[in-house]
């Protein structure tokens, strides 16, 4: 029986993967904001220390974007505490727990795979100026990028496989945060366009099932995308690695 943390695992991809892990006889521990607010690195931080010592798979599917620029009490801009912040935060504070695993897994659902459009705004990373709904995540899908290929590159001896993971559209209720008529026209488009979070969830099942074996592998859902991209360089990767361990010493 596996251990498998799922943080954003009680709504959504991740709670429909929850479900369909838990049928299967794994032992899931789904973390929503009721459990820990992971748009804060203090209760991030604190609820690395609540986990089992032992963890197989680490899903990282929270996320929470707003039309407006959110500041969270700890001064960070939102959707970069939660989609940047705690992901790396939970990768590195849960390794040594899912080391003790034969073979563990860091699934990161993000959107990654052969996509240019967005960029880290290094000299603004909170986003002060000009922020925009599509800004914040196009940065933290670029960020998402350089956190697998840095967490590859920070711990070569690791026995961990990173996988990061674009399930592409879902139909999976995000849009019912958004304002009208924004709201709207998400949820129509994702109930006519995008997968259900059933059919997103045995995709990913079937992954974890046979996960691959590099250390860092990206997917475009089933397709593999190459790692010598421009979205991994090594040097921005260990720029961010550097700059999230410095915003993230104290906790
Ligand atoms: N849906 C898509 O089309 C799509 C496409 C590409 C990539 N993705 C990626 O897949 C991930 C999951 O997407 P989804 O559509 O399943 O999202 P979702 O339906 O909005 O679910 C988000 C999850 O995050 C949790 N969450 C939100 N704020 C939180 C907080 N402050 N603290 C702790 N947990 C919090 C929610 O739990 P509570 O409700 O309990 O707070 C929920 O479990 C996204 O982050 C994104 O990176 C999605």
Redesign the pocket.
Known sequence: MRTVVI?????????ALADKLRRAGDLVVP?????????SVRQTAALATRLPDKIDVLVL????FDLRRIVTNEGFEQTFA??VLSRYLLAERLRPALERAQTPIILN???TGGIRAGRIHWDDLQLTRGYTMLKATMQGARANDLLGAGFAAHHPHSQIRYVLY?????N???HR?FRQPTRALVGAS?ALL?SS?GTAASRLTALLAEPPTARLTVLRRGTPVPLTRPEFDQSAAARLYTLLAELTVAS
């Open positions: 943080a954003g695992g009680t709504r959504g991809i991740g709670g973390i929503g904001s009721a459990d820990a607010d992971l748009t599917a929270a996320g929470r939660i989609y659902l993000s959107g674009n399930p592409l559209f879902v999976s209720g995000m945060q994702a995008g979070t």
